[in-house]
């Protein structure tokens, strides 16, 4: 297909991945920078050679292979960026090198390929993938194969100049490339909410890098799973598990429009309130005293609430920038010894670290270290931890297996959602004595021993209070009031 610079607003045709350059001479190719990094490793290049080498017969010459649709947003005239196709894109740009070399794509089309890889991920694939087909390309495809093949890698080419329609056909459509995550449709969703503001070039830059910075090893996939979506949605008796259309509406279609002017709504919460307290006297009358303004925050002041609105665009990203930073700051950075940061992730590390303790408890351990952490910051922190450990580990004593229901039947059956009482307390004080109200102090009583998970429970238990081995359980609630003194 060659791309036309007229008024259509798209245009579809077919093409290998050399005519694509070669009947469209001045036009240049270039990955938005918010798009993800080239992910694609060794695992997926194996299943895509092992597929072509099986569908194509060196002796059927008119034999092709169809790659999918890739997607080109034809942008200020005569440059297209990839919207979508990047991984297939680069992936045969490799391989067009190990096996043309000289002749290759790479080294002769300099001026058309702007294609940046900034990302160290993308760094780290690209040299990882081409060694394995410098390894194992003999292994998938004949010398008659290897000859041509290039050229019987066809393509679906969609070129569109509206941005909105390319964003559209990459939420829609369904090809050969690795298959997107929540996370990554809410990317590009967002991103395009950003189109119609001042600075949108710069907006969009800066969002998706952050993201991109934020999501190495897939971690934001981790955080709106576990995290985001189940702290926001985990209400009253309605606690399932997620799944990638829950999370999409969560996220996409339950965020608000945002305001015309471009501004971003407030609400409510710790770090968005005028004053902290006031102050009564009978000759001046009412004094407030005001908080502290900062023109310059963090990440994690900004002042979000875990379960606000949400508006479509610039207030997604810094939502997301928020608790993805402070996840990082309670429990993957250091903190000074004697805070109470570094006290509960003593407690963490010695107790559910070292026991092996349930990850479907963790899970909820640390959900509800950060909804109490967002709301009251390091108030009465240890003394949170300990009484949550004090009711999820009469569970762990009482349980031999723990398993995906025992989180959701703790938060759907008792006469309260935690996380409700978590969200909507004024004082730390409500959310403890919730969770001693709740705790089945018998489960307390069940004997365990040995080197299963609930015998390495108790003993680590006995660690960290510095108990003898074999002590009673019954006396715990003493060992953290005994514990909270010191501190």
């Not at 798209?10 to 992910?39: E, H």
């Not at 108990?467 to 019954?474: A, G, H, M, Q």
């Amino acid at each position: 297909m060659s791309i036309k610079n007229d008024s259509d607003k798209i245009a579809i045709g077919i093409n290998n991945l050399k005519d694509l350059f070669v009947l469209n001479p001045g036009f240049s190719f270039s990955i938005p920078d918010y798009q993800r990094p080239y992910v694609w490793d060794k695992e997926k290049l194996a299943t895509l050679f092992k597929d072509i080498s099986e569908e194509l017969d060196p002796n059927i010459p008119e034999q092709v292979y169809y790659m999918g649709a890739i997607l080109l947003h034809q942008k200020n005239g005569k440059s297209l960026e990839i919207i979508d196709g990047q991984q297939r894109i680069t992936t045969l740009l490799i391989l067009d090198y190990i096996i043309n070399a000289e002749s290759s794509l790479i080294l002769n089309r300099e001026d058309q390929l702007q294609l940046f890889y900034n990302s160290p991920v993308s760094q780290e694939n690209i040299v990882s993938n081409e060694q394995y087909i410098i390894n194992n390309k003999e292994h998938f495809f004949s010398n008659n194969q290897l000859n041509n093949i290039l050229e019987k890698l066809i393509f679906t080419v969609i070129v569109t100049k509206s941005e909105d329609d390319a964003f559209v056909f990459f939420d829609t459509q369904n090809n050969r490339g690795v298959k997107l995550s929540a996370v990554d449709f809410l990317k590009s969703y967002h991103l395009k909410a950003l189109k119609g503001e001042n600075e949108e070039t710069d907006k969009q830059r800066i969002a998706a890098k952050n993201w991109d910075k934020s999501n190495q090893n897939q971690f934001l996939d981790m955080l709106f799973n576990v995290y985001l979506w189940r702290g926001r949605v985990w209400k009253g008796n309605k606690v399932d598990y997620e799944n990638k259309d829950k999370i999409l509406r969560e996220f996409q279609l339950r965020t608000r429009p945002k305001p015309k002017d471009d501004s971003i709504s407030l609400f409510a919460n710790s770090k968005n309130r005028l004053a902290s307290s006031i102050i009564f006297s009978i000759k001046k009358g009412i004094n407030i005293n005001t908080n502290n303004i900062s023109l310059q925050i963090s990440p994690i002041d900004y002042p979000f609430s875990f379960r606000q609105p949400i508006e479509k665009g610039m207030s997604f990203f810094l939502f997301t920038e928020k608790y993805n930073s402070l996840f990082r700051y309670i429990f993957l950075e250091n903190h000074k010894d004697g805070t109470a940061l570094h006290q509960l992730r003593e407690f963490y590390e010695i107790v559910y670290q070292a026991s092996g303790f349930s990850h479907y408890f963790t899970d909820l351990f640390k959900l509800c270290i950060i909804l109490y952490f967002d709301k009251f910051e390091d108030c009465k922190l240890l003394a949170f931890a300990l009484w949550l450990d004090y009711l999820l580990g009469s569970y762990r004593i009482k349980q031999k297996s723990i398993v995906a229901q025992t989180p959701v039947k703790i938060l759907k059956e008792k006469n309260q959602n935690l996380l409700d009482i978590i969200d909507g307390a004024f004082l730390p004080d409500e959310i403890i004595e919730f969770l001693l109200s709740i705790t089945q102090e018998d489960y307390y009583d069940y004997q365990v021993s040995g080197n299963g998970v609930q015998g390495r429970y108790k003993r680590q238990l006995e660690i960290y209070f510095e108990k003898p081995e074999n002590s009673e359980l019954t006396s715990k609630q003493q060992w953290i009031n005994a514990k909270l003194q010191n501190y």
